[in-house]
C-alpha cells in the first residue's frame, strides 16, 4: 500500500473509531442517568406505538428476535413493560408499556439515531447517497454482516429501579 493509501487508510479507521466512541458517550450517559442501554431505549420508544408482539418487535428495530427477548426480560424485570398472552393466540406473547415506563420516557433523551436523521435528512440527496454508498462499503468491507451484527444511532437524570 502507497503512503497515500495508508494515510487515506488511518484517517478512516480514525473516523470510526470516534463514531465508536460517540455510541459508547451517549450510551454511557444513557445508562448512569436513566438506567437504559440504547437498545433498551430504542425498543420502548418503539413500543410507545402500542402493544406488539416480540417477533414484529424484533423487525421494527432490526434486531435479532432473541436479543429482543433478552432485552424485553431485562424491562420486565424493571417493571417498564409488561407482557401478556394473546387472546386470540396464546402461543403469541404481547409487549406494552407499564405507566411507569411512559413517565420515564417522558424525561428521556431520544435514541441516537433520531439526533442522526435529523441532521441526515437536512442533508442534500447528493450527500446522503454518498454516505449511504460509502456506508455500504464499509460494512461489507468489515464483514459485518457474516458476524450477525444487526442495526444499531439530555436533561434530569432519573434513576429506574433494578
Not at 459508547?24 to 438506567?35: E, T, W
Not at 433498551?40 to 434486531?63: D, F, K
Request: glycine share 4%.
Amino acid at each position: 500500500m502507497d503512503q497515500v493509501n495508508n494515510l487515506r487508510c488511518k484517517e478512516l479507521l480514525v473516523l470510526l473509531r470516534k463514531m465508536t466512541q460517540a455510541l459508547y458517550i451517549h450510551s454511557k450517559h444513557l445508562s448512569k442517568n436513566f438506567g437504559l442501554t440504547g437498545p433498551q431505549l430504542i425498543i420502548l420508544q418503539e413500543l410507545l406505538n402500542g402493544e406488539i408482539t416480540v417477533s414484529e418487535l424484533a423487525r421494527r428495530v432490526s434486531l435479532s428476535q432473541g436479543t429482543v427477548t433478552d432485552i424485553i426480560h431485562r424491562l420486565e424485570n424493571k417493571h417498564l413493560i409488561i407482557k401478556r398472552r394473546s387472546n386470540q393466540d396464546k402461543r403469541r406473547v404481547m409487549i406494552t408499556l407499564s405507566e411507569e415506563c411512559r413517565h420515564i420516557l417522558d424525561l428521556a433523551p431520544p435514541p441516537l439515531q433520531e439526533a442522526f436523521a435529523d441532521s441526515f435528512t437536512r442533508l442534500e440527496e447528493w450527500e446522503q447517497l454518498m454516505i449511504l454508498s460509502s456506508m455500504n462499503k464499509i460494512v461489507k468491507m468489515m464483514s459485518v454482516e457474516k458476524m450477525g451484527a444487526s442495526a444499531v444511532p439530555v436533561s434530569n437524570p432519573v434513576k429506574i429501579p433494578s
